[in-house]
Nanobody, 132 residues
């Protein structure tokens, strides 16, 4: 699986960004996609997860640290997953990555993100910087 993230950039606090993760090389409907972020000097954090079943969303998960501000979605026709980030805060500044695992109908959760992080294919990441 090849993954390409896009959509990062510089935004003021309170602003919004949509990150995209375009997948190729595999049937998108068989993928569970996780979003992760890593800020400078900090450990990587699982942000969200989305899985599919027969072209429709099967399960989603959003970390407590971003719940209510971030949502995840996917578009099977575009072979893409998205991370919509609203009301951004300076502490959201990080490099954001998507990772994909061939596992349809996966129950998204913290353990699922751990599995994806260890076994999945990764994109190159995109930088998000939130200014105060």
């Amino acid at each position: 699986v090849q993954l390409v993230e896009s959509g990062g950039g510089l935004v003021q606090a309170g602003g919004s960004l949509r990150l995209s993760c375009a997948a190729s090389g595999f049937d998108f409907d068989d993928l569970t996609i996780g979003w992760f972020r890593q800020a400078s000097g900090k450990e990587r954090e699982g942000v969200s997860c989305i899985s599919s079943d027969d072209g429709r969303t099967y399960s989603t998960y959003v970390a407590d640290s971003v719940k209510g501000r971030f949502t995840t979605a996917s578009d099977s026709a575009k072979n893409s997953a998205y991370l919509d980030m609203n009301n951004l805060k300076p502490e959201d500044s990080a490099y954001y990555y998507c990772a994909a695992l061939k596992h349809p109908s996966m129950e998204c959760s913290v353990p699922a993100l751990n599995i994806i992080s260890h076994l999945g294919s990764w994109g190159q990441g995109t930088q998000v910087t939130v200014s105060s």
